[in-house]
């Protein structure tokens, strides 16, 4: 499967920004990926900070981001999404969108696409 993310960019603290991922190549509903987003920050690990099982039902977060962020799916469109508010200087990081293939740990992506830049100016 290969994954597309975008919707980066500029936002201002306490700001919100929506993230989208779009997959090709397999369909995430029939073949039971879990969807997930990374980010990082230069210099550091790759940091895990959601997770969307196969069918929605279970949802995964970085503590940090418990309440400001929502991860969400639509298998009809092959697609993945997180929903970003209040964000904080903290957040800003290359955010990348990863499927997990069924079975897998949620924490050890199978798929990544390529990352799209967040900043959060304070």
């Known amino acids: 499967v290969q994954l597309q993310a975008s919707g980066g960019g500029l936002v201002q603290a306490g700001g919100s920004l929506s993230l989208s991922c779009a997959a090709s190549?397999?369909?995430?509903?029939?073949?039971?990926?879990?969807m997930a987003w990374w980010r990082q920050v230069p210099g550091k690990d790759r940091e895990f900070v959601a997770a969307?099982?196969?069918?929605?039902?279970?949802?995964d977060y970085l503590e940090s981001v418990k309440g400001r962020f929502t991860i969400s799916r639509d298998n009809a469109k092959n697609t993945a999404s997180l929903q970003m508010n209040d964000l904080q200087s903290e957040d800003t990081a290359i955010y990348y969108c990863?499927?997990?293939?069924?079975?897998?740990?949620?924490?050890?992506?199978?798929?990544w696409g390529q990352g799209t830049q967040v900043t959060v100016s304070s």
């Open positions: 990863a499927a997990v293939e069924y079975g897998h740990s949620w924490f050890t992506p199978d798929f």
């Open positions: 969307i099982s196969y069918d929605g039902g279970d949802t």
């Open positions: 190549g397999r369909t995430v509903g029939t073949y039971a990926y879990v």
